[in-house]
């Protein structure tokens, strides 16, 4: 199956500041990346789906300023937290959608701001 | 949004029993899938059935799946300690760029 690689693992800054975290599809070029959000004991909720070369789109009440999506390549989509709060403080995770149904998932980044 | 509810929430048997979670969902469904995730980390893929498919099983795990009341069940047999996670259901509604919706997910802890 394919490989995804997300970056940093876990993070922690200070409110206010920006904060970016990587996925990378390592085996396979993916035009669609999906990113959740996962808030403590809660289940994985779907923030937006980042399209390579275009705009992402966004689940509604997720702010589009505040979180950008950068598709750039078929390899790599990037989640900027930007002017993070401490209700920002989530694990996010990433995933890309396989040539079937099944989908692979990167490793997650838990982001703390304090 | 998510599709719906998995129950029970929260799960705590011996090492040794089976473990039945259950999952519904609300919408039309292509596939759908369990996965399980360790405390705070990323989610391992555990099996997928079709919506066309009724019982599948691999290894210690069995998933059943009836769409006439939008429900599917993971059943774990012979539990062991390692088991212990939070387990989730995810439906797609199509092959393809279409991304999961999760189930609120069911906490298992297995005692030795």
């Known amino acids: 199956g394919a490989v995804v690689s997300q970056h940093p693992s876990r993070v922690i800054c200070k409110s206010g500041t920006s904060v970016k975290i990587e996925c990378r599809s390592l085996?396979?070029?993916?035009?669609?990346m999906f990113w959740y959000r996962q808030f403590p004991k809660q289940s994985l909720m779907l923030m937006a789906t980042?399209?390579?070369?275009?705009?992402?789109?966004?689940e509604q009440g997720v702010e589009k300023d505040k979180f950008l999506i950068n598709h750039a390549s078929l390899t790599l989509s990037t989640l900027t937290v930007t002017s993070a709060h401490p209700e920002d403080s989530s694990f996010y995770i990433c995933?890309?959608?396989?040539?079937?149904?099944?989908?692979?998932f990167g490793q997650g980044t838990r982001l703390t701001v304090v | 949004s998510q599709q719906g509810e998995e129950d029970p929430q929260a799960l705590s048997i011996q090492e040794g029993e089976n473990a039945t979670m259950n999952c519904s969902y609300k919408?039309?469904?292509?596939?759908l899938q369990w996965y399980r995730q360790n405390s705070g980390r990323g989610l391992v893929h555990l099996i997928l059935?079709?919506?066309?498919?009724r019982e599948k099983h691999s290894g210690r795990l069995r998933v059943t799946l009836d769409t006439s009341k939008k429900s599917s069940s993971l059943l774990i047999t012979a539990s062991r300690a390692a088991d212990t996670a939070s387990y989730f259901c995810a439906t797609d509604w199509a092959s393809g760029n279409t991304p999961l919706v999760f189930g609120k997910g069911t906490r298992l802890s297995v005692i030795a």
């Open positions: 085996d396979f070029q993916a035009t669609t």
């Open positions: 059935i079709r919506s066309n498919e």
């Open positions: 919408t039309s469904i292509n596939n």
């Open positions: 980042s399209n390579e070369g275009s705009k992402a789109t966004y």
């Open positions: 995933s890309v959608p396989g040539q079937g149904a099944e989908a692979f």
